[in-house]
């Protein structure tokens, strides 16, 4: 079942996994500036009501596929910060055994088929895996996370083509933030609203407050509905803004700091659904409080989790390329590394 | 005859009709299994699914629009969440517009998640020249596949290493690019005749025994190759290698220890391709053995021209082939 926002623990609940995103990306951000974080982040504080209210509209079973950006999406489906961090530290016990790091995250497990930062990729995968729920008759859903850039891509359109043609159970969650790395939305799109492009493919587009996780929720579920009843996908853009620059170390020439501070002050989407919440007398501050509390010390046992985890072993970087080894590894494994080829017949 | 074939009843079938044998044969198997491409309704391209979509249903084989990137792309997200799809690309050359799919999300899925999905998708590849299609529909391109890691491609010559490869394709759970050369449809041969019949990727198989001179050659030069080898004055080993990647190293190799002499016939471009792959195999296993500058035949480094008279030039055939077995002497 999927869960819901109709209770007030169902929306504390909510709130709390939000805080768990912030809260996590407060601890990457931090952990990477200090070097202990090797590679690229891309983070998504700003955007955590789009993560959470679309995820809380999906059950188990239903997949999602992400981008570059997806410890929101990954957090919100369900994958435990501690092994999704010692997966950034690049450890064993990360999701993927260190193999894949922040942008290349997946658990099938809990649906979470997989980060693509190849922009645009993600979204034939999640049409792929909307074919597959149609043909098993399953009553699970695709969901696609994507950004406003990849909607300039064109295996975006060929993707979404396809799964309104073939009415697959997929909703495409386009996340606007309205900046793709350096760029403007009106740079990169003539358009006013990316939901505009859902009619040239015959699906409904909806624009929804990425701010507003209850907002969020109701369309993403609406969308899952209309997918599981067999009428196809939706194209749902969510307006939202990220604080960060596009990856940690950004100096983001391309907006003021004014800016960014009127989204932080006025539309948190955290503040905003606590205010509802509280006004609503479904939460008080000692709540809150004990709330924040709960997600640091979660982030602090996972932080030490991810840095004791042991690292993979060297060797094992020859695994998994293939179900079965293909003997050009192997034999790269254990002979040519050793003696270094002696022409072949032993001469 | 490969040692696969051997004591298994046997039929004369076309390429073409072993390729349709055994996709129907893996439909009936499995209920995972369906195809998807343009125009697979009216028999696929170069109606090798004649007859498919008629029999099994829109559900099984699906006409798809054209793109060719969501045909890749969805073909590994249906992969990854329990499907065995056969997506057809019509043209190899194609290959260029979906790259990014089977390069970064077919080859590497698997790998970069830590072993945690599976890619059991098929991606059917028509290439090669002859038919005067000029440059963007008559491309070899299998190197540039061979070459990636995380995808495994094959390439038969034969009526039953079609189906048999075909088979294993469909039930491999890597992803594996299928390249069939598409002027050989009609090349018949005997096939084996029960579902059963399967030709592991990566092994070679030994077409025609000689002592003096091993040729390599793949698709459309094998037949040219065992031309050739009719025509010379020597004793004319001729293996297809079937599989390109994982190669079959050992039976390459050990056929040169024999004979000593190396032709490799392979219709892609000339460099950094599958020639120069299967030289440096043989000759990292069996250096001392070499007795004379192997020889390698292919398209020189051009696109395929489309004039037939340039087209001829350009595409090697038996008479290069001899050409090059006679150098090596
Ligand atoms: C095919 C490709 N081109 C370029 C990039 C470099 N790149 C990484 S993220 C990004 C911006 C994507 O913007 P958007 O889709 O809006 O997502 P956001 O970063 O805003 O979440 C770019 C251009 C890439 N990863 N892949």
Redesign the interface.
Same mark, same amino acid.
């Given at each position: 079942m999927a869960q819901t926002l109709d209770t007030p623990a169902a929306r504390r609940d909510a709130l709390r996994r939000m805080l768990l995103v912030r809260e996590f990306e407060n601890r990457v951000r931090d952990r990477f500036a200090d070097n202990e974080i090797p590679g690229f982040v891309h983070l998504s504080q700003g955007q955590e009501a789009v993560a959470v209210g679309a995820c809380t509209a999906l059950t188990d079973d239903d997949?999602i596929?992400s981008t570059h950006r997806a410890h929101g999406h990954s957090l919100a489906k369900g994958l435990e910060p501690d092994r999704l961090l010692a997966e950034l530290y690049g450890k064993e016990a990360?999701?993927?055994?260190?193999?894949?790091g922040s942008m290349?995250?997946?658990?099938?497990d809990n649906g979470m088929?997989?980060a693509?930062p190849?922009v645009g990729?993600s979204?034939?995968?999640?049409? %792929?895996? %909307?074919?597959?729920?149609?043909?098993?008759d399953a009553d699970w859903v695709?969901t696609v996370f994507c950004g406003d850039g990849s909607v300039a891509a %064109?295996?975006v359109h060929?993707?979404i &083509?396809?799964a309104a043609?073939?009415h697959l159970p997929v909703v495409f969650v386009v996340e606007n933030n309205q900046y793709s790395e350096g760029m403007t939305f009106d740079e990169q799109h003539n358009v006013e609203d990316l939901a505009e492009m859902a009619a040239g493919y015959g699906i409904p587009g909806e624009i929804v407050d990425g701010q507003d996780v209850t907002a969020v929720y109701e369309t993403v579920a609406a969308a899952r509905e209309r997918a599981l009843a067999g009428d196809g996908p939706t194209f749902v853009e969510a307006k939202t803004y990220r604080y960060r620059g596009h990856f940690e170390g950004d100096e983001e020439p391309y907006r003021t700091r004014e800016e960014v501070e009127e989204w932080e002050a006025e539309r948190d989407p955290i503040d905003l659904y606590r205010e509802e919440l509280a006004a609503a007398g479904e939460l008080t501050d000692d709540q809150f409080e004990a709330m924040r509390a709960d997600v640091a010390e979660t982030m602090d046992e996972a932080v030490e989790f991810a840095r004791n985890a042991d690292e993979p072993a060297p060797e094992d970087a020859y695994?998994?390329?293939?179900?079965?080894p293909?003997?050009?590894v192997e034999?790269f494994r254990e002979r040519m590394r050793t003696d270094g080829?002696d022409? %072949?017949?032993g001469? | 005859m490969s040692a696969t074939t051997a004591d298994r009843e046997t039929e004369t079938a076309s390429i073409r009709e072993a390729l349709r044998t055994a996709l129907r044969e893996e439909l009936l198997a499995d209920d995972d299994v369906?195809i998807m491409g343009q125009d697979e309704e009216d028999g696929g391209s170069f109606e090798v699914t004649a007859g498919l979509h008629d029999e099994f249903g829109f559900?099984r084989v699906?006409n798809?629009?054209i793109?060719e990137?969501?045909?890749?792309?969805?073909?590994?997200?249906?992969?990854?969440?329990?499907?065995r799809?056969v997506v057809n690309l019509s043209f190899a050359d194609f290959v260029g517009v979906?790259f990014?799919?089977v390069m &970064?999300?077919a080859g590497k899925?698997?790998?970069?998640?830590?072993?945690?999905?599976?890619v059991p998708l098929t991606i059917r590849a028509i290439e090669g020249a002859g038919l005067n299609a000029a440059a963007q529909h008559s491309g070899t391109v299998h190197t540039l596949v061979a070459h990636l890691?995380?995808v495994?491609a094959v390439a038969p010559g034969t009526p039953a290493a079609a189906k048999g490869l075909m088979k294993s394709a469909v039930r491999?759970?890597?992803p594996v690019v299928f390249f069939e050369n598409k002027t050989i449809y009609e090349r018949h041969g005997p096939v084996p005749v029960d579902d059963d019949f399967t030709v592991p990727i990566?092994e070679a198989s030994v077409e025609q025994e000689g002592e003096d001179v091993t040729v390599v050659a793949t698709q459309r030069l094998l037949g040219e190759s065992l031309a050739a080898a009719r025509d010379v004055d020597a004793s004319v080993e001729v293996i297809d290698p079937r599989s390109l990647?994982?190669?079959d190293?050992d039976t390459l190799?050990a056929s040169l220890?024999k004979t000593g002499r190396l032709v490799v016939a392979d219709e892609s471009p000339l460099s950094y391709g599958l020639h120069a792959e299967i030289v440096t195999r043989v000759?990292?296993?069996?250096?001392?053995?070499v007795d004379a500058p192997v020889q390698r035949v292919g398209v020189p480094d051009t696109p395929i021209p489309f004039s037939p008279s340039q087209e001829d030039e350009v595409v090697p055939d038996a008479d290069d082939v001899r050409r090059a077995i006679e150098r090596t002497f």
């Open positions: 997949y596929t990360g999701y993927c055994g260190g193999r894949g290349h995250v997946a658990d099938l088929l997989g693509q190849i990729a979204v034939p995968l999640g049409t %792929g895996a %909307g074919i597959t729920a149609q043909l098993t695709a %064109g295996q060929e993707a &083509n396809l043609t073939w695994d998994d390329v293939f179900v079965e293909a003997p050009e034999a080829g022409g %072949g017949d001469r | 369906f559900d699906r798809t629009p793109s990137a969501a045909q890749v792309g969805a073909g590994v997200g249906a992969a990854a969440t329990g499907m799809p979906c990014d799919q &970064n999300q899925t698997r790998y970069m998640f830590g072993g945690a999905s599976e890691p995380g495994k491999s759970d890597d990566g990647y994982p190669l190293t190799a220890r000759v990292e296993d069996a250096f001392w053995s």
